[in-house]
């Protein structure tokens, strides 16, 4: 799969843009609208980006997991090699290690949560001047469908292509949206 970004600032040619996706056969978690006007979104029944996405927050943690994983290994790597475990056990020297990867996964999601989503911050200038992008996570063979679409809607200004959701979260958004809409 792969993701579109598209730019706009009319949220009605986006509304219909999206109605357009769906009933074509793009599925709703593949379409999303990312915009600084919360509100607008919301009032023409787009599906956003959730707050927590537009943070920096899984990137910052993932680096803090890898940062806390290194500063385990080198506690580990210390204490084997000094042979404190002989005298002391290992217990102290693996809590500090455990210590230390969660100290370090936890700052770095405290991290992202003061910062932007890395992926989005090339978009920073259009929000701020009042714009919407909208990304489409598509297959290959939606790519022509997406494509017809967009060339319909002249306000849609094509901002580049990035990596998208992994196909089995979109179908399992899919199947979650299905049984919403049938269960009680």
Known sequence: MKRHFYINDDLDDLEAIENDLEAS?????QIHVLSDNT?????????RVESILK????HSTIIGFILGLVAASIVIGV?????????????????????LL?????????????KPSHEFLRFKEDLGEG??????????????????????????????????APWWFVFSRKQYERFIHWGP
């Open 79 to 99: 204490a084997y090699f000094s042979k404190i475990p002989e005298t002391i056990t290992w217990v102290p020297p693996v809590f500090l290690a455990v210590v």
């Open 39 to 47: 509100a607008g979104v919301e009032s023409h029944h787009l599906h």
């Open 55 to 58: 943070l920096d927050v899984i």
């Open 131 to 164: 714009k919407h992008v909208m990304f489409v996570d598509v297959s290959g063979e939606q790519e022509p469908i997406l494509e017809r679409i967009v060339n319909m809607h002249p306000g849609m200004h094509h901002a580049g292509t990035g990596n998208a």
């Open 102 to 114: 969660g100290f370090c996964t936890w700052e770095g999601g405290l991290m992202g949560i003061q």
């Open 25 to 29: 056969g793009v599925a709703m978690p």
